[in-house]
C-alpha cells in the first residue's frame, strides 16, 4: 500500500512537472517559417525522500487515527496545511468559502461584519466594518479573538472562523477577545444581521469642506465615489475634502486602482512584483483629476489595509493629498483566486504591491505626513465667563467687522467635532489651512 501511494505521488508530481514545462514553450514566428522554441528551465529534482516521508505520514494518520478518515479529506487537510504554512492570506477554499469570498466582495451576508487574519493561536481583527454587530460592540482594529461559541480558535483556519462567524440575521454568537489597548479579556454575546456594506458616503463637515468616507472597496466601489463627489458639487461650493479610510480592511485591488484615478491626472498609482509574468503590472492614472486639484487630506488609521494602503499611498507619494493619522497596517500583498475544479480553489498570495515613489508596505504600512493618534477631548465648563475687548463697556466698535464671517467662527467654534471625532477635526484644520494656502495670491517677485 506504501509503494502504491509512493508511486501515486510520483506521477501526480510528474505530471504537473510536465504541465508546467509544457506552459514554457511559445512559437515565434519569422517571415520564413514557424518553430516552437523551448524556454530554458532548471531541471525539477523529485524530493523522493520527502515524498516517502510524506507517504509513511499518510499510511499511518490514516490507519491510526483514533476515528476513521477517508483519504479525501486527509488531502484537503494536507492542502489547507500547505497553504496555512506561507502567509496569513493563502488558503484553500471550497464551495462554500468561495460564495463567503463572493459575498464580501458584493458586500451582502449574514454575519458580524469583521475583517480577519490568522495570528499565532489567536485570530486578529483587520478592522470592523461601519454600522455592523462588530462595531457596535467595540470591537477595534488589533483585537485578539480567542474563543468562537465556546471553541478555542487555537489551530482553526480563517475559513473555518468565518463559518462561524457568518450564519442567518438574528441568530446569537458568543466571542471572547483580548483588547488591543488595554489587554482586558471580554466575553461578548453579538447578534449576526444582514451585512449590507455601504461602501462610500459623503457629506459636507462645514460649508466649502466635503467627507468622504470609503468603508470597503467593493466592485461598484470606484462608480460610487464618482457618485458621491458629484452629489456634493451639486449641493455646495467643494473647496478641499478628506477622504476617511479608517478601519478600512481593502478589497479589489482594481477598485482602489480606479478610485485613485478619480483624483490624479496623471502619473502611477501602483505596481506588482511576482514571480509570474502575469504579476508583473503597472497601473497609471489616466487624465482627468475629477477636484481639478483643489486640496485632499486623507485620513488613516491601524485598520487601513491592503488596497485602502494603496489609495493612500499613491495619493501621498504622488503628492496629491496630505496623510493623516497613524500607521496603516501593513498588508502590501496581493492574492489571486485560482480555480482548481468548479467547486474548489486556492486563494494564493502571487506578487507584492509597491507605491510610485517603490516603497513596500509589506509589514510596515503608510506612515502619514501628520502623526495624530486617537484621542478623547473632554469639554470645559462652557459656563466660564470669557472677558474680551467685545466685553467691556464702552469699547470701540469695528466698523469693517464682517457679521458673517463672525457668525461663521462662532458656528465653528461651537461645534461639538472636536470632541466626537478628534482624528477628523484635526483632518478638517489641515484642509482649512491647505485651502487658505492655496487660496493666498503670489507675488511675482
Known amino acids: 500500500m506504501e509503494?502504491?501511494?509512493l508511486l501515486s505521488l510520483i506521477c501526480v508530481f510528474c505530471l504537473t512537472a510536465q504541465a508546467d514545462e509544457e506552459s514554457q514553450f511559445s512559437e515565434e514566428?519569422?517571415?520564413?517559417?514557424?518553430?516552437?522554441?523551448k524556454k530554458e528551465k532548471p531541471e525539477a529534482v523529485l524530493p523522493l525522500e520527502d515524498l516517502r516521508v510524506f507517504a509513511e505520514s499518510f499510511k499511518r494518520i490514516r490507519s491510526s487515527y483514533v476515528d476513521e478518515i477517508t483519504d479525501q479529506d486527509l488531502l484537503v487537510f494536507a492542502v489547507k496545511g500547505m497553504l496555512a504554512e506561507l502567509d496569513p492570506h493563502s488558503a484553500y477554499l471550497d464551495k462554500e468559502a468561495i460564495k463567503d469570498f463572493e459575498e464580501s466582495t458584493t458586500g451582502n451576508y449574514g454575519?458580524?461584519?469583521?475583517?480577519?487574519?490568522?495570528?499565532?493561536?489567536?485570530?486578529?481583527?483587520?478592522?470592523?466594518?461601519?454600522?455592523t454587530p462588530a462595531t457596535q460592540a467595540g470591537i477595534e482594529s488589533g483585537d485578539l479573538i480567542t474563543n468562537l461559541d465556546g471553541t478555542s480558535v487555537k489551530g482553526m483556519s480563517i475559513s473555518d472562523a468565518v463559518k462561524i462567524m457568518r450564519g442567518e440575521p438574528e441568530t446569537k454568537i458568543d466571542i471572547t477577545i483580548i483588547k488591543k489597548r488595554s489587554g482586558e479579556v471580554i466575553d461578548l454575546s453579538l447578534t449576526r444581521r444582514l451585512v449590507?456594506?455601504?461602501?462610500?458616503?459623503?457629506?459636507?463637515?462645514?460649508e466649502g469642506f466635503g467627507y468622504l468616507r470609503i468603508?470597503?472597496?467593493?466592485?461598484?466601489?470606484?462608480?460610487?465615489?464618482?457618485?458621491?463627489?458629484?452629489?456634493?458639487?451639486?449641493s455646495g461650493d467643494l473647496k478641499?475634502?478628506?477622504?476617511?479610510?479608517?478601519?478600512?480592511?481593502?478589497?479589489?485591488?482594481?477598485a482602489s486602482v480606479d478610485v485613485a484615478d478619480t483624483f490624479l491626472d496623471k502619473g502611477l498609482i501602483v505596481y506588482t512584483s511576482g514571480r509570474l509574468q502575469e504579476s508583473q503590472k503597472r497601473y497609471e492614472a489616466r487624465p482627468g483629476d475629477m477636484l481639478s486639484g483643489i486640496p485632499i487630506v486623507t485620513l488613516v488609521n491601524e485598520g487601513s489595509a491592503s488596497a485602502s494602503e494603496i489609495l493612500a499611498g499613491a495619493l501621498q507619494d504622488q503628492e496629491r493629498s496630505i496623510v493623516i493619522g497613524t500607521n496603516t497596517f501593513g498588508k502590501g500583498s496581493v492574492q489571486t483566486i485560482i480555480?482548481?475544479?468548479?467547486?474548489?480553489?486556492?486563494?494564493?498570495?502571487?506578487?507584492?504591491y509597491f507605491t510610485p515613489n517603490g516603497r513596500s508596505i509589506q509589514a510596515e504600512g503608510i506612515i502619514p505626513d501628520i502623526n495624530v493618534p486617537r484621542h478623547r477631548?473632554?469639554?470645559?465648563?462652557?459656563?466660564?465667563?470669557?472677558?474680551?475687548?467685545?466685553?467691556?463697556?464702552?469699547?470701540?466698535?469695528?466698523?469693517?467687522?464682517?457679521?458673517?464671517?463672525?457668525?461663521?467662527?462662532?458656528?465653528?467654534?461651537?461645534?461639538?467635532?472636536?470632541?466626537?471625532?478628534?482624528?477628523?477635526?484635526?483632518?478638517?484644520?489641515?484642509?482649512?489651512?491647505?485651502?487658505?494656502?492655496?487660496?493666498?495670491?503670489?507675488?511675482?517677485?
Do not use: C, M, W
Not at 468603508?215 to 451639486?234: C, G, N, P, Y
Not at 475634502?241 to 482594481?254: A, F, S, T, V
Open 377 to 445: 477631548v473632554t469639554p470645559r465648563n462652557r459656563n466660564n465667563l470669557k472677558i474680551s475687548e467685545k466685553n467691556l463697556s464702552g469699547h470701540l466698535t469695528n466698523k469693517d467687522s464682517d457679521s458673517k464671517n463672525v457668525d461663521n467662527k462662532i458656528k465653528k467654534e461651537e461645534s461639538d467635532l472636536i470632541f466626537r471625532d478628534f482624528q477628523l477635526y484635526q483632518a478638517l484644520n489641515v484642509l482649512t489651512g491647505l485651502h487658505k494656502l492655496n487660496s493666498k495670491p503670489r507675488s511675482n517677485d
Open 215 to 234: 468603508a470597503q472597496f467593493q466592485a461598484r466601489t470606484a462608480r460610487e465615489v464618482r457618485e458621491a463627489i458629484i452629489k456634493l458639487k451639486d
Open 240 to 254: 478641499g475634502l478628506i477622504i476617511d479610510l479608517r478601519n478600512n480592511p481593502g478589497g479589489i485591488l482594481r
Open 111 to 131: 454575519g458580524l461584519g469583521i475583517e480577519i487574519i490568522k495570528e499565532q493561536n489567536f485570530i486578529k481583527v483587520i478592522s470592523p466594518i461601519d454600522d
Open 196 to 206: 449590507k456594506v455601504s461602501s462610500v458616503r459623503q457629506r459636507y463637515l462645514e
Open 3 to 5: 509503494k502504491k501511494l
Open 29 to 37: 514566428k519569422n517571415s520564413t517559417n514557424q518553430k516552437i522554441v
Open 339 to 352: 480555480p482548481i475544479t468548479e467547486t474548489r480553489a486556492v486563494k494564493l498570495t502571487t506578487a507584492r
